[in-house]
């Protein structure tokens, strides 16, 4: 299970604008000057992956100030090179289905930080990933808890019934092109008892997360089926990211094979 005490404050300080941009723009520096080196000390070969014009890769900006969503790119090998959390309304409209809510939202953050990146030439021509992530029992949408009495009524309603989780992606290229995927994974719950749901609130893991609950802390226990992505539950479907992010030229295996050499240096 993955934990968001799990993403170091550094990290966090290097990618969002605001957390010591000093050794933000230090790391960046450091990042676009170095050149990969064999264990020898001499200059490594050229990556294939790495297809821009003068050996630079294009850049990630994770739409997003979430830990969880940060540690599952990491975990796939991949390290965003900002993050810009976008500041808009979540608010569901009257009627409004919970695919076509966490796409919209999804394409509203993407867009909202490609207008605010028009301000930061380093990221003018780089990848916008944004994405989210709704829980929903029908077409009844648990929006994210806040407080107790709203994770207590969350986790009543889910207790011994099946709901759905649904992400929504969306990639925004360098040349403009927008591309979107809905992922969606089946949860059921096992019947939790008062006690249970006293005991997981003074947890406080639910808080600020879609359904009242966390699967990647003690809510995993909960689960008694789950159908479909578990990395989507948590908040970024693994599979589905990379798979558009390939797609669309961002050289996934270039991070994969840096990791690789500092780790064996």
């Given at each position: 299970?993955?934990?968001?005490?799990?993403?170091?404050?550094?990290?966090?300080?290097?990618?969002?604008?605001g957390?010591?941009?000093?050794?933000a723009?230090?790391?960046?520096?450091?990042?676009?000057?170095?050149?990969?080196?064999?264990?020898?000390?001499?200059?490594?070969?050229?990556?294939?992956?790495?297809?821009?014009?003068?050996?630079?890769?294009?850049?990630?900006?994770?739409?997003?100030?979430?830990?969880?969503?940060?540690?599952?790119?990491?975990q796939?090998?991949?390290?965003?090179?900002?993050?810009?959390?976008?500041?808009?309304?979540?608010?569901?409209?009257k009627?409004?289905?919970?695919?076509?809510?966490?796409?919209?939202?999804?394409?509203?953050?993407?867009?909202?930080?490609?207008?605010?990146?028009?301000?930061?030439?380093?990221?003018?021509?780089?990848?916008?990933?944004?994405?989210?992530?709704i829980?929903?029992?029908?077409?009844?949408?648990?929006?994210?808890?806040?407080?107790?009495?709203?994770?207590?009524?969350c986790?009543?309603?889910?207790?011994?019934?099946?709901?759905?989780?649904?992400?929504?992606?969306?990639?925004?290229?360098?040349?403009?092109?927008?591309?979107?995927?809905?992922?969606?994974?089946?949860?059921?719950?096992?019947?939790?008892?008062?006690?249970?749901?006293?005991?997981?609130?003074?947890?406080?893991?639910?808080?600020?997360?879609?359904?009242?609950?966390?699967?990647?802390?003690?809510?995993?226990?909960?689960?008694?089926?789950?159908?479909?992505?578990?990395?989507?539950?948590?908040?970024l479907?693994?599979?589905?990211?990379?798979?558009?992010?390939?797609?669309?030229?961002?050289?996934?295996?270039?991070?994969?094979?840096?990791?690789?050499?500092?780790?064996?240096?």
């Open positions: 299970m993955i934990s968001p005490k799990a993403v170091s404050l550094t990290a966090l300080n290097k990618l969002v604008p957390r010591s941009s000093k050794s723009a230090k790391g960046e520096a450091a990042a676009s000057q170095e050149a990969p080196r064999d264990k020898t000390g001499a200059p490594a070969p050229a990556k294939p992956p790495a297809a821009k014009a003068g050996g630079h890769r294009p850049k990630l900006v994770l739409a997003s100030a979430s830990p969880r969503r940060l540690r599952l790119l990491e796939a090998g991949i390290t965003p090179d900002g993050l810009r959390p976008a500041n808009i309304d979540e608010s569901a409209k009627g409004e289905a919970p695919r076509h809510l966490c796409r919209r939202l999804a394409r509203g953050k993407a867009e909202a930080i490609r207008k605010l990146l028009h301000s930061e030439p380093e990221f003018e021509n780089s990848f916008i990933l944004a994405a989210d992530t829980v929903a029992v029908g077409k009844r949408i648990l929006g994210k808890a806040e407080k107790e009495h709203e994770a207590t009524r986790l009543e309603l889910l207790s011994g019934r099946s709901h759905r989780v649904y992400s929504a992606i969306c990639l925004i290229t360098p040349s403009g092109r927008i591309r979107e995927r809905i992922v969606e994974t089946r949860v059921r719950f096992k019947r939790l008892t008062r006690h249970e749901i006293e005991a997981y609130i003074a947890t406080g893991q639910w808080r600020g997360k879609a359904g009242g609950y966390a699967v990647q802390g003690v809510a995993g226990s909960f689960v008694v089926k789950l159908v479909g992505s578990y990395s989507n539950v948590v908040g479907p693994l599979y589905e990211t990379l798979n558009l992010l390939s797609g669309e030229g961002f050289p996934i295996t270039y991070f994969w094979l840096n990791r690789v050499e500092v780790e064996t240096a």
